[in-house]
């Protein structure tokens, strides 16, 4: 399977998830933890930045990348950050925001030689024998369906 594959593997996973759930539902806490659908999607659009900007730096096509060296620092403070940062927004903006930044990256990763996205040792950070599409394995499609898979399960609880 190629990168650009996972990425959209897991990209339908997350939107297999939220497909026929009453926005009603979005806001309700308990889908992970305390979040609601509305948080996770916060959360899945600010990890979308980090591996735009992993992938970008990785590839050399740039060397900006503020979310990634967050992430890199303290993971925790960087999700309380991001978090913060996208309250009071709606679920729709957050789903629009994941949206265009996934696109994103596909974009970003179809441009990018296989090779380099299979060289081990481009993502000392996150292992140092990774590559890039370890970094995409894990965050373009296991943590998405992950948290997708949160909100199956959320879906499927017994209603009050």
């Known amino acids: ?79 309380d950050a991001q978090m913060d940062a996208r309250q009071g927004r709606t679920a729709e903006s957050l789903l629009a925001e994941y949206t265009d930044m996934q696109s994103q990256v596909a974009d970003l990763v179809r441009q990018i030689p296989a090779e380099t996205l299979r060289r081990p040792g481009t993502m000392p950070w996150f292992g140092e024998d990774n590559s890039v599409e370890d970094l995409i394995a894990r965050y373009g499609m296991g943590h998405k369906r992950e948290h997708a898979a949160q909100i199956a399960v959320f879906r499927d609880r017994p209603k009050a």
């Open 1 to 79: 399977m190629n990168s650009s594959d996972i990425l959209e593997r897991g990209h339908q996973a997350v939107l297999r998830a939220l497909n026929g759930l009453p926005r009603s539902e979005w806001e309700t806490p308990g889908v992970c933890g305390v979040w609601s659908v509305r948080d996770l999607l916060a959360h899945l659009a600010a990890y979308e930045y980090v591996m735009k900007e992993a992938i970008a730096q990785a590839s050399g096509s740039s060397s900006h990348s503020p979310h990634a060296e967050q992430y890199v620092a303290n993971y925790q403070a960087f999700n």
